[in-house]
T-cell receptor
Framework: DAKTTQPPSMDCAEGRAANLPCNHS???????VYWYRQIHSQGPQYIIH???NNETNEMASLIITEDRKSSTLILPHATLRDTAVYYC???????????FGAGTILRVKS | GAGVSQSPSNKVTEKGKDVELRCDPI?????LYWYRQSLGQGLEFLIY????????KSGLPSDRFSAERTGGSVSTLTIQRTQQEDSAVYLC????????????FGPGTRLLVL
């Protein structure tokens, strides 16, 4: 799996968009970008994934650069409940175990 | 629909005792994974089941750890002769097929070995 790099922490005001960056400059052509988050004392939660097109679901949007070397997870209207560790993972589709890096601690503040 | 469920949610045991942790995956999901997460640490892969194939046990830390999956659904992780370093959150995840990496996690079992 390609290595990913994320900032260790970010703050966001409640109600504002949270933009979480991820670098994956060595990503291979068949590797997807996945985002998970882990709220304190809970299991990891799947958010979104994509290959090269931008993706949107009820939780977030994923913007992948044209060269696929980086991506941004966007939470359009962050709430206090979005405070969590966010993990960006570059994975080929035919793997098994997930490997989480350190992730980004997102603190949403009122 | 119902998500992945795990039981018990918390378990306190004495060193040397055996424990069993249960995972009920999402109905219809053929792949099931066990991980553990020590305090402040990342996920540590333990074992992976896919349909009727032989499980991938490459992450089990010692022969005290074993897991089975009966009928392609419920899984049990057993830790024999528990040690204090086994204290962690044990997480189960399932996915629809092995080639889909969208794994859905349960809430975990918090194990404390005294």
């Amino acid at each position: 799996d390609a290595k990913t790099t994320q900032p260790p922490s970010m703050d966001c005001a409640e109600g504002r968009a949270a933009n979480l960056p991820c670098n994956h400059s060595t990503i291979s052509g068949n590797e997807y970008v996945y985002w998970y988050r882990q709220i304190h004392s809970q299991g990891p939660q799947y958010i979104i994934h994509g290959l090269k097109n931008n993706e949107t679901n009820e939780m977030a949007s994923l913007i992948i650069t044209e060269d696929r070397k980086s991506s941004t997870l966007i939470l359009p209207h962050a709430t206090l409940r979005d405070t969590a560790v966010y993990y960006c993972i570059a994975r080929a589709p035919y793997g098994n175990k997930l490997v989480f890096g350190a992730g980004t601690i997102l603190r949403v503040k009122s | 629909g119902a998500g992945v469920s795990q039981s018990p949610s918390n378990k306190v045991t004495e060193k040397g005792k055996d424990v069993e942790l249960r995972c009920d995956p999402i109905s219809g999901h053929t792949a099931l994974y066990w991980y553990r997460q020590s305090l402040g640490q990342g996920l540590e892969f333990l074992i992976y089941f896919q349909g009727n194939s032989a499980p991938d046990k490459s992450g089990l830390p010692s022969d005290r750890f074993s897991a089975e999956r009966t009928g392609g659904s419920v899984s049990t992780l057993t830790i024999q002769r528990t040690q204090q370093e086994d204290s962690a959150v044990y997480l189960c995840a399932s996915s629809p097929e092995w080639y889909q990496e969208t794994q859905y996690f349960g809430p975990g079992t918090r194990l404390l070995v005294l």
